[in-house]
């Protein structure tokens, strides 16, 4: 059997999962090497946690120390705290440096809080990081929808008035058409039909 891949989540839970037979040799050898390839221990995702986090401050030209200003600047804290993926990922470095020490000194309990905390930021940066990178594309798709709406509903306004505009109505107004189609939007309606009335014999 080959390997099943399939995702669970939503878009910010989104993880990918493999399903593989145990008989299969050459699934079972690619989904170890996958494994391999990955460090599933505590410091292997505090590094990646530091490693996502150092790779966007170097893009957004932000220093990585903590201690750097803008990062102490009430200002730039009230404007950027919880908001920006820049106050996100140098929360993130913070813990990630804290938390290393208090594992170090063997304080479970104070190590085990900032891990919650640290769980936390990647969460809220992920909903970030999604939210600001999908705004014009969930714009447009909204825009598209609307607009193949009102096409189907201007499609099937005037289908109805076709059927509608035969005798004995065949003399009637778009004002008169447009109500017996819907009586609460017929205004809209009757400038859509108006030209579709057709010619008296």
Same mark, same amino acid.
């Given at each position: 059997?080959?390997?099943?891949?399939?995702?669970?989540?939503?878009?910010?839970?989104?993880?990918?999962?493999?399903?593989?037979?145990?008989?299969?040799?050459?699934?079972?050898?690619?989904?170890?090497?996958?494994?391999?390839?990955?460090?599933?221990?505590?410091?292997?995702?505090?590094?990646?946690?530091?490693?996502?986090?150092?790779?966007?401050?170097?893009?957004?030209?932000?220093?990585?120390?903590?201690?750097?200003?803008?990062?102490?600047?009430?200002?730039?804290l009230r404007d950027?705290?919880?908001?920006?993926?820049?106050?996100?990922?140098?929360?993130?470095?913070?813990?990630?440096q804290i938390l290393?020490?208090?594992?170090?000194?063997?304080?479970?309990? /104070? #190590?085990?809080?900032?891990?919650? !905390?640290?769980?936390?930021?990647? %969460?809220?940066? @992920?909903? &970030?990081?999604?939210?600001?990178?999908?705004?014009?594309?969930?714009?447009?798709?909204?825009?598209?929808?609307?607009?193949?709406?009102?096409?189907?509903?201007?499609?099937?306004?005037?289908a109805e008035a076709?059927?509608?505009?035969?005798?004995?109505?065949?003399?009637?107004?778009? /004002? #008169?058409?447009?109500?017996?189609? !819907?009586?609460?939007?017929?205004? %809209?309606?009757? @400038?859509? &039909?108006?030209?579709?009335?057709?010619?008296?014999?």
């Amino acid at each position: 059997m080959p390997i099943t891949r399939y995702t669970v989540g939503r878009v910010y839970t989104k993880r990918m999962h493999a399903l593989v037979a145990l008989t299969d040799l050459d699934g079972m050898r690619a989904l170890m090497n996958a494994l391999a390839s990955s460090d599933p221990t505590v410091e292997g995702r505090l590094a990646d946690a530091e490693r996502r986090a150092t790779a966007h401050l170097k893009r957004a030209k932000m220093p990585l120390d903590p201690r750097a200003r803008p990062y102490g600047d009430p200002t730039w804290l009230r404007d950027n705290e919880r908001k920006s993926l820049d106050w996100y990922a140098i929360s993130i470095l913070n813990t990630v440096q804290i938390l290393r020490k208090q594992i170090e000194r063997g304080d479970v309990r /104070l #190590a085990v809080d900032l891990a919650l !905390d640290l769980g936390v930021l990647a %969460t809220e940066a @992920k909903m &970030i990081q999604y939210m600001a990178s999908n705004p014009a594309r969930g714009g447009k798709d909204k825009a598209a929808a609307r607009r193949a709406a009102v096409a189907q509903d201007r499609a099937q306004w005037c289908a109805e008035a076709d059927r509608l505009w035969k005798p004995p109505r065949q003399k009637w107004g778009a /004002l #008169a058409i447009a109500k017996l189609i !819907d009586p609460t939007r017929f205004e %809209t309606i009757r @400038k859509v &039909i108006a030209d579709r009335k057709p010619p008296l014999k």
